[in-house]
């Protein structure tokens, strides 16, 4: 029988140890000890990595709990993954209309918080390409260097899925030479979703008729 200080309610009227609601405790505390400290590695690694906002730097942290898959990990056998990331950027809720112009200078975007908002405020798919095709190589870097966040790359193929046509082959291949180029992109290769990794084939298929085999393979090598 239990004598001591009562302090986490975890013995009963009977003087009992409720021993679950103990593991449930202590389970809880080493919980928030690992994100503490998983937390302050992100804090550590962003700082030394010089990022250009606090923006970045939040996103780091919010992000530092995602871990990679294993070497042996393969996406084919895992089933869980048949969702997509943001149901709402699903083509299927979208009306497609004539790519308008952009008016938005991309020479303003220098982190990936002023990328969302813009990429949010584009209401159909044509919006939302416009943006990707006023931004260079060099655009693309500047605003992911530090991560393309998880579901945001899934939503880029979608896009380019819809609205590619062969005029625009040249700038849509540049695009995707770039972002494998960018801050834990493998990670969000590997968390697409079905959907998603059956548009990028779509996406790889249609830009490969109008290139070149080296090329093919290049940009097969880097979304393998």
């Not at 695009?175 to 990794?197: H, I, V, Y």
């Not at 790889?204 to 880097?222: I, N, Q």
Request: net charge negative; hydrophobic share 35%.
């Amino acid at each position: 029988m239990w004598k001591g200080k009562n302090s986490f309610g975890i013995v009963g009227k009977d003087g009992e140890v409720n021993f679950s609601k103990l593991e449930r405790q202590i389970d809880t505390a080493v919980a928030a000890d690992e994100r503490y400290w998983t937390q302050n590695q992100a804090k550590i690694r962003a700082v030394t990595n010089k990022v250009a906002s606090y923006e970045e730097f939040e996103e780091i942290v919010k992000a530092s709990h995602l871990k990679p898959l294993e070497k042996g990990d393969r996406i084919s056998d895992m089933d869980v993954f048949t969702q997509p990331w943001n149901v709402a950027s699903s083509k299927d809720n979208y009306s497609f209309t004539e790519p308008a112009q952009s008016d938005l200078s991309t020479s303003s975007l220098k982190t990936l918080t002023q990328f969302n908002r813009e990429w949010r405020k584009g209401k159909q798919p044509s919006d939302r390409f416009q943006l990707l095709l006023s931004m260079a190589e060099v655009d693309v870097l500047r605003v992911f260097h530090a991560e393309i966040g998880l579901g945001l790359l899934g939503e880029i193929i979608e896009v380019i899925q819809i609205c590619f046509s062969e005029d625009q082959t040249e700038k849509v291949c540049e695009l995707l030479t770039a972002l494998p180029k960018c801050g834990r992109f493998d990670l969000s290769l590997n968390f697409l979703s079905q959907k998603e990794k059956l548009a990028l084939k779509s996406v790889l298929d249609s830009v490969s008729s109008y290139l070149g085999p080296e090329k093919v393979a290049e940009l097969s090598t880097l979304y393998q």
